[in-house]
């Protein structure tokens, strides 16, 4: 399994930071690169637990969908996206937030194994694991700048 675990600090109240990050529009917006787009489900809006999303984005040149659900949550500090259905054989991505002196600390935690082997392995670490931290690096770039407006 491989981790990847981010922390953003973010000068806005821990609420307006929470709704921006399970926001489907700001996640839209976020994903520029690769054209995410939400394609079924929970399409716009805010996304609450138990609700699904499917994602159809392009990465490495391939149009690809993921299917996620909010698992948990606990306003404003933590909500969970899991996979439902999609190219991963597991992916947890844990979202902590926590005001602190005016500011809200977020942190990203995602987990996930890939498929096939030894061959999804060696994927993962010439490029995969590189492409999802960037992919939330730009992403926590974006969620920065619209709740620090």
Do not use: C
Not at 45 to 56: A, D, M, Q
Not at 80 to 95: A, M, P, R, T
Not at 101 to 115: A, F, K, S
């Amino acid at each position: 399994m491989t981790t990847i675990q981010l922390t953003t600090v973010i000068k806005a109240p821990i609420q307006h930071v929470f709704d921006h990050a399970r926001n489907i529009d700001t996640h839209q917006e976020s994903a520029g690169k690769s054209n995410e787009i939400a394609i079924a489900g929970t399409t716009f809006g805010l996304i609450n637990k138990g609700e699904t999303v499917t994602w159809r984005g392009k990465h490495f040149g391939v149009f690809l969908q993921h299917q996620s659900v909010i698992s948990q949550m606990e306003q404003p500090t933590y909500f969970v996206d899991e996979q439902l259905n999609g190219h991963f054989k597991s992916f947890k991505h844990q979202h902590f937030f926590e005001e602190r002196n005016g500011q809200t600390i977020m942190i990203d935690l995602m987990q996930y194994e890939t498929p096939f082997g030894i061959f999804g392995q060696l994927f993962d670490k010439l490029a995969l694991k590189k492409h999802l931290t960037q992919f939330l690096i730009e992403r926590n770039a974006y969620l920065k700048l619209v709740s620090e407006k």
